[in-house]
Each structure stands twice: as C-alpha cells, then as structure tokens.
T-cell receptor, first 114, second 113 residues
Framework: AQSVAQPEDQVKVAEGNPLTVKCTYSVSGNPYLFWYVQYPNRGLQFLLKYITGDNLVKGSYGFEAEFNKSQTSFHLKKPSALVSDSALYFCARGKSYNTDKLIFGTGTRLQVFP | EAQVTQNPRYLITVTGKKLTVTCSQNMNHEYMSWYRQDPGLGLRQIYYSMNVEVTDKGDVPEGYKVSRKEKRNFPLILESPSPNQTSLYFC????????????FGPGTRLTVL
C-alpha cells in the first residue's frame, strides 16, 4: 500500500541553524509529494510540492525540499530556522496519475528555540 | 477573501445524536475532501468529491455520510455519533484532484460523550 513515513515525531533546532524534517515514501509509480504546515489552532497551509522536473523544490517562507528517487525521500529543509517556524509539519503524497486520494504522514513537530 | 469555512468550530455532543458539520468554499473548486486528525495518526481521509453529485470513500468512511449537491458545499454528516469519532475534522478543497495543492478550513473539534 502507498504510504508516507515521517520518522521523527519531534525535531528541535536552535534559531539560525539549518533545519531538516524528514519524509520517505513507499515506491509506487511516480509520486506527487507535498509539504504542509499546521500552526496552533489553524488549518493546514501548503508549503511546496513536487510533481515532476527539478528535484529541488522551493516553497513558501524560505522552505525547500529535495526529491530523491533513489532514497525515496522528500526532506523539508530551511537554511536558517526562525522561532516562528515552530509548528507541526506534514508530508503527503498522491497517486502518480490522480491525487484525489492524498495520504499524509503522521506529522513532525518542529521546535525552534531562541 | 478566498477561503474554506467550517461550522461549527467546536462541538460537544452525546452518543447517537445526529449532527452535521458544514463546509463551504468560495473558490469555485471542483474537488473537496474531509479529513480527521488524531494524535499519532496524522490526517486520514474520510470522503472526497471530485465534482457535484460525485463522492467517494476515503480511508475511514465508516460512520460518516457526505453529499455534494452544490459545488461550494460539502457537509459531513454523522448519523449516530460515537465516542471514537471524537476528533479534529478538516475540510479541504482544490481546483481539481490532479496535482493541485489543497486549501484547508480552520477545523472543527468534535467531542462525543
């Protein structure tokens, strides 16, 4: 079955340091991959997506993600973390030909401390 | 302002009392979906709709009903709620299911006693 794994429940990083939130996906066709962020008491907000093309995808708020087919990964990165980046991050995938069914990971809580 | 709205935002009810959570979008999106969010489980899809009068089951449809009579509205119906349906519910929409990001509503926190 198609799935998405976020191996870390929580990531802590100091402000100004680079951050990485990990995501791996099950191999099945060509996946469409997404990152969403959820701030407290808010709905999810779209950050970025990979459909095809350049493996390095740039998104909102200075975030980027790299699609790595050989490692079946789509890690979210930011060169310099801000305290305001603290939130819950979700990786998600859709089917290769139809994203009507979006499968989410379990989420990673990012904590950026001053 | 382009948005997805949900009502109510918070609801406490008792087992067996039918309820409806409304969802509306003003972006003329074809695709709409309902998810529930539970700790440690992430978001799981309940039902989705590719267009008016077209609905399909997601991963956890048991105990829920939906309808899509108008493009903008996609209500979630719990005919006989049970405590295991206590959760945070999100409605989402996108221009179509194919490759587009989804826009999420603010969420509805439901407690079934």
């Amino acid at each position: 079955a198609q799935s998405v794994a976020q191996p870390e429940d929580q990531v802590k990083v100091a402000e100004g340091n680079p951050l990485t939130v990990k995501c791996t996906y099950s191999v099945s066709g060509n996946p469409y991959l997404f990152w969403y962020v959820q701030y407290p008491n808010r709905g999810l907000q779209f950050l970025l997506k990979y459909i095809t093309g350049d493996n390095l995808v740039k998104g909102s708020y200075g975030f980027e993600a790299e699609f790595n087919k050989s490692q079946t990964s789509f890690h979210l990165k930011k060169p310099s973390a801000l305290v305001s980046d603290s939130a819950l991050y979700f990786c998600a995938r859709g089917k290769s030909y139809n994203t009507d069914k979006l499968i989410f990971g379990t989420g990673t809580r990012l904590q950026v401390f001053p | 302002e382009a948005q997805v709205t949900q009502n109510p935002r918070y609801l406490i009810t008792v087992t067996g009392k039918k309820l409806t959570v409304t969802c509306s979008q003003n972006m003329n999106h074809e695709y709409m979906s309902w998810y529930r969010q539970d700790p440690g489980l992430g978001l799981r899809q309940i039902y989705y709709s590719m267009n008016v009068e077209v609905t399909d089951k997601g991963d956890v449809p048991e105990g829920y009903k939906v309808s899509r009579k108008e493009k903008r509205n996609f209500p979630l119906i719990l005919e006989s709620p049970s405590p295991n349906q206590t959760s945070l519910y999100f409605c989402a929409s996108s221009p179509s299911g194919f490759g587009y990001e989804q826009f999420f509503g603010p969420g509805t926190r439901l407690t079934v006693l």
